[in-house]
């Protein structure tokens, strides 16, 4: 363990260390008690905010899934989560484990994706997270151009909330990210890449389509149309409904901007998107754009990552290419 004791500064080697120590201390030697599959399974548990949530992402049956957490917790004799009639939270024990479980899968990642990728051809492999807007608006014109000058570099987009990408970056579960500049703590090196306006979009007929400016109060309780419920900007427009003591009524959900705004434009309902998505579908659909007061819907995206000189040679060169790339 480091001299400071601290399990959060533990290097990969002494992590596994700890956990084969865990493993036999007092009852013999017990291989593979704690495995990979466990460790997927209670990141998929921590991030569901749910056993049954967490069993599904790991294509688990659920008796399954709560077997392996019980034996996690019996191995490292620690309780890592708290049952809750609603979901699980998780112990102190438990968000020093997902910091490290994160960071042992990523590495594990990595590993395979290199390995594979050499026989490809590909000499490296870039894992980027980002925000709903970033990932589906902002980023694949510049990613393309990246791609196109570096063909042995490969990246995957993942979507996060902001805050989670910080959470990630700062663990090392993730190279780089794209997310709202305001939810990032100051330990993080970052850069700004583009405005990211929140509008109302609705049908034309509709008497909010007539209006300029309108407040997420006066619409929390209209019908709406949504992302689907891993979308991360779902996520956040529920978390801002919920602070007005309302809870959206979405008549569908669908995955992409696209799918959402044509649906608003059959009159369905409302949705709140990126302007820059509204504008996109605008030029083809019957659909209003009205701009939304609330602060929280005027954002600025920035390019954030730990700091430089611990970054991968391929993770620089693409944070110099996205400051090509940036709007400010």
């Not at 601290?6 to 007092?26: K, Q």
């Not at 990408?165 to 700062?170: D, E, G, K, P, R």
């Not at 954030?304 to 290419?321: E, F, K, N, T």
Request: charged share 25%; glycine share 6%.
């Amino acid at each position: 363990m480091t001299e400071s004791g601290d399990p959060h500064n533990l290097e990969l080697p002494e992590l596994a260390f700890v956990f084969s120590e865990a493993m036999t201390e007092g009852q013999g030697v017990h291989a593979n008690l704690v495995d990979l599959t466990d460790l997927t399974l209670f990141v998929a548990v921590a991030e569901a905010r749910s056993i049954t949530g967490g069993a599904e992402r790991s294509a688990l049956a659920l008796a399954s899934a709560s077997a392996r957490i019980k034996g996690m917790e019996d191995v490292l004799g620690v309780a890592l989560l708290e049952r809750r009639r609603r979901g699980v939270e998780l112990t102190a024990a438990g968000e020093s484990l997902l910091a490290h479980a994160r960071v042992v899968l990523h590495q594990i990642a990595n590993m395979q994706g290199e390995l594979s990728a050499y026989a490809r051809g590909i000499k490296a492999r870039i894992r980027m997270l980002a925000n709903t807007s970033g990932a589906a608006e902002h980023l694949p014109k510049a990613l393309a151009s990246f791609l196109a000058k570096h063909p042995t570099i490969s990246i995957d987009v993942e979507e996060r909330e902001s805050a989670e990408i910080a959470t990630m970056l700062a663990s090392g579960a993730a190279d780089i990210g794209l997310a709202v500049e305001a939810a990032l703590p100051a330990g993080l090196a970052r850069f700004p890449f583009c405005a990211d306006r929140l509008v109302l979009v609705a049908p034309p007929h509709d008497d909010i389509a007539r209006r300029r400016r309108i407040a997420f109060r006066e619409v929390a309780e209209r019908d709406f149309v949504g992302l689907v419920e891993a979308s991360a900007l779902q996520s956040h427009i529920a978390t801002h409904a919920a602070a007005l003591g309302a809870r959206l009524r979405l008549r569908a959900r669908l995955q992409g901007f696209d799918a959402v705004c044509g649906m608003v434009a059959a009159g369905v309902g409302v949705a709140v998107i990126p302007e820059a998505a509204a504008r996109r579908c605008g030029r083809a659909m019957n659909i209003r754009i009205v701009r939304m007061t609330d602060p929280w819907t005027s954002r600025r995206l920035a390019v954030c990552m730990r700091r430089r000189s611990a970054l991968p040679r391929p993770v620089q060169h693409l944070a110099d290419h996205l400051k090509l790339f940036a709007r400010t």
